[in-house]
């Protein structure tokens, strides 16, 4: 993988493992010549990773709505910026530049990349892996949720195996250089509608 895109919040969290974990990643990411693709803020976990990337001479892609760089949130410092009318755009650019997708812990703005990213895997639209950084088990609640969702018959479980889960940075990006994907072209029968 060449670059990365990297989904997380605008907020650091109110615990020093979230930060500490965006800093390790940043750093893993330029060590090993992985481009920083992500939404191109300056603040929160957003900012950490960035920054973490620039501090250890790595690469690192912005993309970011106007109206969010017009409110002072636009990372300053980055060598190279996009900068997008839409959120859809921001979104769209971001995938079309990245190879994989790690999620770290965010909030509302994160959860809906997530989930965009994760329903176009199923639909096809790209064969990327989809890694999910399970820091401090802050996403346990929501990985319990997915696993209802098959049981409950709304998920289909190849497609919940879509989402890589790790709790560390290595095992997550070990997972997602082995990753194959495997689209699965009828994935609603009409007889269940």
């Keep these: 993988m060449q670059a990365i895109l990297v989904y997380c919040g605008a907020n650091p969290g109110t615990k020093p493992i979230y930060k500490e974990t965006a800093e390790k990643l940043g750093k893993v990411l330029a060590e090993n010549n992985i481009r920083l693709i992500y939404g191109g803020g300056s603040v929160g976990l957003m900012g950490i990773v960035a920054d973490s990337v620039l501090a250890n001479n790595g690469q690192v892609t912005g993309i970011i709505p106007h109206f969010l760089d017009r409110m002072e949130v636009g990372h300053k410092s980055l060598p190279e910026m996009h900068k997008v ?92 250089s082995s990753f194959k994907a495997s689209y699965h072209e009828k994935w609603l029968n009409r007889e269940q509608i």
Excluded at 111 to 122: A, P
Excluded at 165 to 172: C, F, G, K, Q, S
């Design 85 to 176: 009318e839409t959120m859809h755009e921001r979104k769209a650019l971001m995938e079309k530049l990245c190879d994989g997708i790690i999620t770290l812990p965010g909030g509302y703005g994160s959860m809906d990349e997530l989930f965009e990213i994760l329903s176009w895997s199923q639909l096809g639209l790209h064969q990327k892996p989809v890694g999910l950084l399970n820091v401090n088990g802050f996403y346990d609640h929501l990985l319990k949720q997915l696993d209802v969702m098959v049981e409950e018959g709304f998920l289909k479980a190849e497609n919940r195996a879509l989402v890589l889960v790790a709790d560390t940075i290595e095992e997550l990006m070990e997972k997602m």
